[in-house]
């Protein structure tokens, strides 16, 4: 079900507005021969392997059920686009109660309305912790989620527009390729990372949230490899720290992290594994977002950056049916909690005098976005809650 921000505007302001809403939902059924053709053309991501069959049929691959009617328009240098996400107040008016916003970025399915759910569960369970009393001191907990934006920005493909009357100005990428940062390929050329630039741009905004205080990325398996990736090349979050206002990072259970150096926990043939090294697992070959800053510039900013990691301590299947198991990500280890905590103990290593930046492990959750995003050490780095065990 679409989720339309509170209070609607005008038609006059939505005709002006960086933010609209289309005056009727485009949700067309797919036909069966429409999806067939779609499945028959798809081709392989833009980082996989050439003639990589495990990577051409991913059953991600496939168009999305829903497209949000909420639009953010982005100027670009080539003209205007527009960019289809969920968020839960109307963002075109000052926002003065709103003291904390959360980014939350959908994983391959591109179902941006589901994790906008989640991101809902999670807000409802931190605003029913806090309304919990200490039965000894009698003391309420504090935790206060009234003053909360939602917001979950959805990365389409141009399978999803197969059999779907979608305005031509709104932005779809090449299959995955928005979770490497990639430009979009219609209509504009613009980085997916670009997108979420635009977003915080739009929060720093002090005319319409005066107020904002935190802003928290987060995201779970495919969404949890952008939130890492952003968080090492988000080149314009200078605003935010103008403005006065903490930036986090929760990354849940990615399939894979970007490396800063050609170091691996598992032992790599170079020959034999050519891209192991290559962005989105590497440094090289980086997109045009993050090329015009050196792999050391670019660890150093990740280094000063605020991020949890999380993952499920049941999500150690080598065979999970979503995980990476190409050769740049079984060089990072066989599973998910396994990558999880070599990249963490790689990272503790090259900055000896300490990061700002926690691993988590969430006991007796496998590979389950709703778990994870709503689990106690989520909702504490999301929420500022209690009882997230160290």
């Known amino acids: 079900m679409t989720r339309n921000p509170e209070g609607p505007p005008s038609r006059a302001a939505n005709a002006q507005s960086?933010?609209?809403?289309?005056?009727?939902?485009?949700?067309?059924?797919?036909?069966?021969?429409?999806?067939?053709m779609t499945l028959a053309c798809i081709g392989a991501p833009a980082h996989a392997a050439p003639g990589d069959a495990a990577h051409v049929y991913s059953p991600h691959l496939r168009p999305v059920s829903h497209i949000s009617d909420t639009r953010m328009r982005i100027d670009t240098p080539g003209g205007p686009a527009e960019f289809a996400l969920y968020v839960s107040r109307d963002w075109d008016r000052p926002q003065p109660a709103v003291t904390r916003a959360i980014i939350v970025i959908h994983g391959k399915l591109r179902n941006a309305d589901t994790y906008f759910h989640s991101a809902e569960t999670a807000?409802?369970?931190?605003?029913?912790?806090g309304a919990n009393t200490d039965a000894d001191t009698g003391v309420d907990s504090g935790v206060d989620t009234s003053g909360t934006l939602l917001i979950a920005p959805q990365f389409l493909a141009t399978l999803d527009f197969a059999g779907r009357d979608e305005p031509a100005d709104l932005l779809r990428w090449d299959a995955n390729g928005w979770m490497a940062g990639?430009?979009?390929?219609?209509?504009?050329?613009?980085?997916s990372y670009a997108v979420l630039d635009a977003i915080v741009a739009r929060l720093a905004d002090r005319t319409r949230f005066p107020n904002l205080r935190h802003v928290i990325f987060a995201g779970h398996s495919g969404g949890g490899q952008v939130v890492q990736r952003y968080a090492v090349a988000a080149r314009d979050l200078g605003a935010l720290a103008q403005a006065g206002i903490d930036v986090r990072y929760v990354v849940s259970s990615p399939s894979s992290y970007a490396y800063f150096d050609a170091e691996r926990p598992v032992p790599v043939d170079a020959q034999a594994c050519p891209d192991f090294d290559?962005?989105?697992?590497?440094?090289?070959?980086?997109?045009?977002?993050?090329?015009?800053r050196t792999p050391a510039q670019l660890e150093a900013a990740y280094a000063r950056r605020r991020v949890t990691y999380?993952?499920?301590?049941?999500?150690?299947?080598?065979?999970?049916?979503?995980?990476?198991?190409?050769?740049?990500?079984e060089a990072q280890g066989p599973q998910r909690v396994a990558r999880a905590q070599a990249y963490f103990r790689y990272l503790?290593?090259?900055?000896?005098?300490?990061?700002?930046?926690?691993?988590?492990?969430?006991?007796?959750?496998?590979?389950?976005?709703?778990?994870?995003?709503?689990?106690?050490?989520?909702?504490?780095?999301?929420?500022?809650?209690?009882?997230?065990?160290?």
């Not at 807000?123 to 912790?129: L, T």
């Not at 389950?368 to 997230?388: K, Q, V, W, Y």
């Open 310 to 329: 999380l993952v499920g301590g049941n999500d150690d299947d080598p065979q999970q049916k979503a995980l990476d198991r190409s050769c740049p990500a």
């Open 123 to 129: 807000r409802d369970a931190a605003a029913a912790e």
């Open 182 to 191: 990639d430009a979009a390929v219609a209509p504009q050329a613009v980085s």
């Open 278 to 292: 290559t962005w989105k697992y590497g440094m090289q070959q980086r997109p045009a977002y993050l090329a015009d």
């Open 348 to 390: 503790q290593a090259r900055h000896p005098q300490g990061l700002d930046q926690t691993l988590h492990v969430v006991p007796g959750v496998g590979h389950n976005g709703a778990r994870m995003l709503t689990s106690a050490c989520a909702l504490a780095a999301m929420f500022d809650t209690a009882g997230c065990a160290p």
């Open 18 to 36: 960086p933010v609209r809403r289309t005056a009727f939902a485009r949700r067309a059924s797919l036909t069966a021969s429409a999806i067939a």
